[in-house]
Nanobody, 124 residues
Framework: QVQLVESGGGLVQPGGSLRLACTSK???????IAWFRRPPGKDREREAI??????????YYLDSVKGRFTISGDSDENIAYLMMNRLKPGDTAVYYC????????????????WGQGSQVTVSS
């Protein structure tokens, strides 16, 4: 069974930074990899915040994270990173990485493979 393993979550003060990592057994050259997040109290909602398709070098960002978050991928190691800077309390959520064949898209059902989730809490 394909597994995506996330790491790097935690508690950070507003304005701080965190880097999430997602290790996969699937090639980043063929599978887009995206980060979603589920805010507290919204158990059925996951919003796509960033995605990368390494073979094309193409990326996608949710407007609210543009300029603060950066997604990157290491195709040799099949690891994707989400560098999060200038974090805000509104960024508090469980963050998930996910993969699908082909191009980046924002719809949750289109992604076949998911990580277990990593809690990010932004609070003073």
């Amino acid at each position: 069974q394909v597994q995506l393993v996330e790491s790097g979550g935690g508690l950070v003060q507003p304005g701080g930074s965190l880097r999430l990592a997602c290790t996969s057994k699937l090639s980043l050259d063929y599978y887009s990899i995206a980060w979603f997040r589920r805010p507290p109290g919204k158990d059925r909602e996951r919003e796509a915040i960033a995605c990368i398709r390494s073979s094309e070098g193409s990326t996608y960002y949710l407007d609210s994270v543009k300029g603060r978050f950066t997604i990157s991928g290491d195709s040799d190691e099949n690891i994707a990173y989400l560098m999060m800077n200038r974090l805000k309390p509104g960024d508090t959520a469980v963050y998930y990485c996910a993969q699908k064949l082909g191009v980046c898209e924002s719809d949750v059902p289109l992604y076949d493979y998911w990580g277990q989730g990593s809690q990010v809490t932004v609070s003073s």
